[in-house]
């Protein structure tokens, strides 16, 4: 396994990256600081900049059910994040799924999109512990975390602010790709 992503290659490769965007908003769905988006541009210009096809993912607050799915939505930060890229931040509204595929697929060399947060799928906060006394959970886990990793070439964890949580995208996303470059 590689330590840093600059020993990896990666032009023209679909690079999937793990952010801490959980920025604070206010009342009206506005972004308050946006240091953590600040924080991730030095990892997305280096990869835009080698022509990765980069593809986002982050969680954004603590979701408890669908009326929650428009208040902690990831647009803002796309747009934040286009604003300070100073280019379009392709987002898509789901993490999994053939929309999802499709949008990845459109991607080129040089491109971002930022998938909609991780956190409304129940899958992604599943305790390995839980899912190992639960055959039905681990599926839901691992099925979940297969479907992420099948989009990427290479893996990013450039979230160290959530590296102690037990979260798939952060544990089993890694872990099924194995044999692909994983890299912090």
Do not use: W
Request: glycine letters at 6%.
């Amino acid at each position: 396994m590689k330590k840093t992503v600059e020993e990896v290659d990666v032009a023209g490769k679909r690079v999937l990256v793990r952010l801490d965007l959980n920025v604070p908003l206010d009342e009206h769905g506005a972004i308050t600081d946006d240091r953590r988006i600040r924080a991730a541009l030095q990892t997305v210009r280096f990869l835009v900049d080698r022509k990765a096809r980069v593809i986002l993912m982050s969680h954004l607050g603590r979701p408890k059910g669908p009326e929650d799915r428009k208040r902690l939505s990831l647009v803002p930060v796309a747009k934040r994040l286009g604003e300070l890229l100073g280019k379009e931040v392709a987002f898509a509204p789901g993490c999994i799924g053939e929309q999802v595929r499709a949008i990845v697929d459109r991607l080129r060399d040089g491109d971002v999109c930022l998938l909609e947060n991780l956190r409304f799928h129940e899958a992604e906060t599943i305790k390995d512990k839980k899912a190992a006394d639960d055959p039905e959970l681990r599926r839901k886990k691992e099925s979940f975390a297969k479907e992420l990793a099948d989009l990427a070439d290479v893996y990013v964890n450039d979230a160290f602010g959530t590296c102690h949580r037990d979260n798939a995208s952060m544990l089993t996303v890694p872990r099924l790709m194995e044999g692909k470059p994983r890299v912090v």
